[in-house]
């Protein structure tokens, strides 16, 4: 059983069009954390939310943490090509140890 | 910049065949993790480190040990390697305190025959 569900679990879209990745859970997270990654490279910091009911945005990137700080979702506006890679959720319960989604693999066609 | 280098990309062994991986670390990180990450699944913590000498269990040790005998190095050992094994293994660092951001290595392939 995952703790962390995040869904879908495959994105492929057209160069443009908008799209949301959801990361959803029973348990409540001190922080959450978003991390891209790229074929044959580790997985990269993208943001960190603390505050329920925060939104942090990153150029077209609009993290948002849920009001009981148990969910959060990702929105890219305008996709580009670029943006193609594995997106990750990892929620923070406290001491420091991260546990992670399942992961979103976003495909971005020119 | 962290930089986090395991030190094979990719690894082939045998079953039955001791595997260790390392890592290192040069931004003087004290706390320091292992994953496997499997498609469909993510990220599952195998073992992390505190500080030197210090181990805890994460949620998939089984198989599996570490040691950290400096605070720069942490490495995995497969005691005896067996073919459900075969995976993408990723440390990572970082430093202590809530909310501290994961650095990861670039991964270890592993393919046990």
């Known amino acids: 059983t995952q703790l962390l569900e995040q869904s879908p679990q495959f994105l492929s879209i057209q160069e443009g069009e908008n799209l949301t990745v959801y990361c959803n859970s029973s348990?409540?997270?001190?922080?959450l954390q978003w991390y891209r990654q790229e074929p044959g490279e580790g997985p990269v910091l993208l943001v960190t939310?603390?505050?329920?009911?925060e939104v942090k945005k990153l150029k077209r990137l609009t993290f948002q943490f849920g009001d009981a700080r148990k969910d959060s979702s990702l929105h890219i506006t305008a996709a580009q090509p670029g943006d193609t890679g594995l997106y990750l959720c990892?929620?923070?319960?406290?001491?420091?140890?991260?546990?992670f989604g399942q992961g979103t693999i976003l495909t971005v066609h020119p | 910049d962290v930089k986090v280098t395991q030190s094979s990309r990719y690894l082939v062994k045998r079953t039955g065949e001791k595997v260790f991986l390392e890592c290192v670390q040069d931004?003087?990180?004290?706390?320091m993790f292992w994953y496997r990450q499997d498609p469909g699944l993510g990220l599952r913590l195998i073992y992390f480190s505190y500080d030197v000498k210090m181990k805890e269990k994460g949620d998939i040790p089984e198989g599996y040990s570490v040691s950290r005998e400096k605070k720069e190095r942490f490495s995995l050992i497969l005691e005896s390697a067996s073919t459900n094994q075969t995976s993408m293994y990723l440390c990572?660092?970082?430093?202590?305190?809530?909310?501290?951001?994961?650095?990861f290595g670039n991964g270890t392939r592993l393919t046990v025959t």
């Open positions: 990892a929620g923070d319960l406290g001491y420091g140890k991260l546990t």
């Open positions: 990572a660092s970082s430093l202590q305190g809530a909310s501290s951001p994961l650095h």
């Open positions: 348990s409540v997270f001190s922080s």
């Open positions: 939310v603390v505050t329920g009911g």
């Open positions: 931004m003087d990180h004290e706390n």
